[in-house]
């Protein structure tokens, strides 16, 4: 067990280390000379409760030492009120050193008078029994306050590891989001183009028709009277057709088109929102949440897109056929 001997000259051993460091910063070491600062004022203020809890209070019973108590009472709080200076000083004010060696010199006298002329007392003074008791509570106190760090350190450990691994959580769920964008979109541009297809298609149908028709006219100019009439009619007839079918399809194909574009913009829209969402989420639960609503969302609109294009298609294939397909009535002059 320490002795009261080398609670007084080795307690301070670990501060007067700090403070040589903590000097030898330059002004643009911000974080270091903070770092370094927390472990000084932690360090000092250990060490004054140390003695104003354990050591004084057995001291003052001893009417030789009540003075000697005062004394470094009095430093300990000039200690105090310089570190709260300190404490409130820009870490690369051009003074901080400046107050730091203040500080350092006070502390330094403080040790040597303690070395000097408290110890001695101390050692005259106290028994063996009140040594002892004053020594086991310092240990006590001393391990209870490791303790203490060792449990905030774990703490601020599984802190960081719980963030790093919803960080890393949030990261997998954004790449997962954005692959099902992705996917969803790309299904939406194939269906799109499914239905253009078709269209396409049937627009090539009809060109074909207008073509046929186009040569039947030139059949008209080697045939004569009745046959020629009635070639004529034929031919007047399927042209017509084929220009309303080709104009239906190409009414369509816009119709498609149009409704393919604002799906799109819609769809992006609301993917941009959900992700902003996401970002703003505070909690793994809350992160899920809007993970699921947004996968759920993607989900119906495909569907629900996949169906409107099926129907646009499906009705303008009908319209095209409808049209292709209804007969025409004979011109006033025929029936004569």
């Known amino acids: 067990m320490t002795t009261i001997r080398q609670f007084i000259q080795t307690s301070p051993a670990k501060a007067l280390g700090l403070f040589d460091r903590l000097v030898e910063t330059s002004d643009t070491a ?6 370094l600062f927390g472990q000084l004022k932690e360090e000092l203020e250990l060490f004054a409760s140390l003695e104003e809890q354990h050591l004084f209070p057995v001291l003052k019973k001893h009417k030789e030492m009540k003075e000697l108590v ?7 709080k000039q200690t105090r009120k310089l570190l709260t200076e300190l404490e409130h000083t820009a870490k690369d004010d051009e003074g901080f050193i400046g107050k730091v060696i203040e500080l350092r010199k006070s502390f330094q006298q403080h040790v040597r008078d303690e070395k000097k002329e408290l110890l001695p007392a101390v050692l ?3 028994t063996d029994e009140e040594a002892e008791s004053v020594l086991a509570n310092i240990e006590h106190e001393k391990a209870q306050v490791e303790a203490a760090k060792r449990a905030e350190a774990d703490e601020r450990r599984e802190e960081a590891r719980q963030e790093r691994e919803q960080a890393e959580s949030v990261q997998r769920t954004a790449d997962g989001i954005a692959s099902t964008v992705r996917s969803v979109a790309k299904g939406a541009q194939r269906a799109a183009e499914t239905a253009q297809d078709g269209v396409r298609s049937r627009m090539a149908t009809a060109t074909e028709a207008a073509q046929r028709s186009t040569d039947h006219v030139v059949q008209l100019f080697s045939l004569s009277g009745k046959q020629t009439q009635d070639t004529a009619v034929k031919v007047v007839d399927r042209m017509q057709v084929a220009a309303h079918s080709s104009t239906v399809l190409f009414h369509g194909f816009q119709e498609v088109s149009r409704e393919w574009f604002a799906m799109t913009q819609k769809r992006t ?4 929102e959900a992700l902003t969402g996401l970002a703003q989420c505070r909690s793994l639960p809350e992160l899920l949440a809007a993970q699921a609503a947004l996968l759920r969302d993607n989900a119906e609109m495909t ?5 409107r294009l099926s ?6 294939i009908e319209e095209t056929t409808r049209t292709a397909s209804k007969p025409k009535s004979e011109p006033a002059g ?3």
């Not at 829209?269 to 941009?272: G, K, L, R």
Request: proline letters at 0%; glycine letters at 2%; a positive charge.
């Open 70 to 76: 005062q004394e470094a009472l009095s430093d300990n």
């Open 124 to 126: 005259k003074a106290l």
């Open 303 to 307: 569907l629900e897109n996949s169906r």
């Open 30 to 35: 911000i974080k270091t000379r903070e770092r």
């Open 311 to 316: 129907e646009l298609s499906v009705g303008v």
């Open 269 to 272: 829209q609301m993917n941009v």
């Open 334 to 336: 025929r029936a004569a």
